[in-house]
């Protein structure tokens, strides 16, 4: 069955940085478009970054445009969010998925606070 594992998130500072991952098993990861989500607080699901099935194309929401970057290494079945100049609002927790699916792992949680 899909299974989608995230890690990487943890407490940072404002301005800092974080780097998650997502591994894949259980589907034929490369031919998939995958994107990364989160969900704050008492907010909505929000897909903040997706990519294509060959690093490209790459799209991201308004909230976290030139500071995120999201990335894929499929020969190891990997999705990564490069997460820079971070700030309090983007403490949420943060799920990879299959786009246009249900598909979703469990999340990790990403807290930016001083």
């Known amino acids: 069955q899909v299974q989608l594992v995230e890690s990487g998130g943890g407490l940072v500072q404002p301005g800092g940085s974080l780097r998650l991952s997502c591994v894949g098993s259980g589907f034929v990861f490369r031919i998939f478009p995958m994107g990364w989500y989160r969900q704050g607080l008492g907010k909505e699901v929000e897909l903040v970054a997706e990519?294509?099935?060959?690093?490209?194309?790459?799209k991201y929401a308004e909230s976290v445009k030139d500071r995120f970057t999201i990335s894929r290494d499929n020969s190891k079945n990997t999705l990564y969010l490069q997460m820079d100049s971070l700030k309090s609002e983007d403490t949420a927790t943060y799920y990879c998925g299959l786009l246009d699916s249900p598909y979703r792992g469990q999340g990790t949680q990403v807290t930016v606070s001083s």
């Open positions: 990519i294509g099935i060959l690093s490209g194309p790459t």
